[in-house]
């Protein structure tokens, strides 16, 4: 509020309506340390200041988005896009350590391989790139406003909109449906979800999202992109992922039909306390310190994805489950390791 606030002090009404607000601001207040073009080049180097922070933060998450995909085993070549290696600095400060190449340097703490080591999804950074260089590709000979019209509002499709309408739907019906059971210990408090806003959070989003930079074309960047290329993209793009997801349900429904067998993820996650947190609190249990302090950290997870008969699954769920005594039932013993802490799914 503040920010649109010093934009309609700073730039005059007239020029609000005609001209783009941003650049106009920092004309008018950059400006005049400079030449006419001051303004703009700090503006334009916010801009990318900003979007190589938004490049970053992307990679990041949207890698690791696609690898959690791959252990779910939705994508092909799960196996490569799930698996963590070692592509870090660290392994070339390895190769130089076992040549005895810059053996003096090597033993400062700073240039240490340990130091420098560290795992990353390398297969889904793979894939990462691969789309980015696909989207690159698919509009190159388009003028580059065109391109950005196209990428932007493909994405706001896809993700503010789409995505934040199943948000607002999500919340009406935790609003007018029955909570989820949820353990007291890990939500003590229920407290009541208006619901009266959230009709018009979920209409006016969407509607907020696909029609960005129509409402006032003179505040966004000029395109001759047609109307119906955007919402074609991106409603063909929500076709398939969600025909790839439901071919995925049937081709596991069709073969649990035909040979009584269940897709089954296995996850054997591996955790350690972490820094300066060795588990042992003043007497205290080192489990039970660590899970008060949230010291548990996951630092490995094996996934494995199985077809196992469900005669099998069955007998083994009866070998493992407890045999109730009729006069005195025995006494409810929590024996997950990870009660009480975030990773308390992986231990059931």
């Known amino acids: ?19 783009n607000v941003a650049q106009q601001f920092f004309q008018r207040t950059f400006g005049v340390l400079g030449d006419d ?14 979007s190589l922070g938004n490049i970053i933060v992307m990679t990041y998450t949207a890698s690791r988005m696609k690898q959690e995909i791959a252990k779910q085993g939705f994508l092909p070549f799960a196996q490569f ?13 390895r190769w130089f350590q076992g040549r005895n190449y810059f053996t003096s340097l090597l033993q400062h703490k700073w240039f240490s391989p340990e130091t420098h080591t560290e795992k990353t999804p390398v297969g889904a950074l793979f894939l990462h790139f691969v789309s980015c260089m696909i989207l690159i590709a698919a509009t190159s000979r388009l003028h580059p406003d065109d391109s950005y019209v196209i990428l932007s509002s493909s994405s706001a499709y896809l993700f503010p909109a789409f995505f934040g309408l199943l948000l607002a739907l999500g919340i009406l019906i935790l609003r007018f449906g029955t909570p989820p059971a ?8 229920h407290p009541s979800v208006p619901g009266s806003h959230h009709h018009q959070y979920a209409a006016k989003r969407t509607w907020a999202q696909m029609t960005e930079g129509t409402v006032n074309p003179t ?18 793009v929500l076709a398939l992922s969600s025909f790839w997801f439901l071919g995925f349900l049937a081709r596991a429904k ?11 993820i296995e996850r054997s996650p591996e955790f350690e306390f972490a820094e300066g947190d060795d588990g042992f609190h003043g007497g205290e249990d080192g489990n039970d310190a660590g899970r008060r302090a949230g010291g548990l950290i996951l630092t490995h997870e094996t996934v494995s994805h199985v077809w196992r008969g469900k005669d099998t699954m069955e007998l083994e769920r009866m070998a493992d489950a407890p045999v109730a005594e009729v006069q005195k039932p ?6 997950n390791p990870y009660a009480g802490t975030d990773f308390e799914g992986m231990g059931r």
């Open 330 to 335: 025995p006494a409810f013993v929590n024996n």
């Open 182 to 189: 949820t353990a007291p210990v890990s939500t003590p408090l």
């Open 254 to 264: 069709r073969r649990e039909r035909k040979r009584h067998q269940e897709f089954v």
């Open 1 to 19: 509020m503040a920010v649109n606030v010093c934009y309609m002090v700073v730039v005059p009404k007239e020029n609000q309506i005609s001209d």
């Open 37 to 50: 073009d001051t303004g703009e080049r700090v503006l334009n180097a916010f801009l990318a200041i900003s």
């Open 219 to 236: 505040l966004s960047v000029r395109s001759n992109v047609a109307w119906f290329v955007v919402p074609t993209i991106s409603c063909s």
């Open 81 to 93: 896009f799930a698996t963590d290696r070692d592509f870090s600095l660290g392994r070339l400060l």
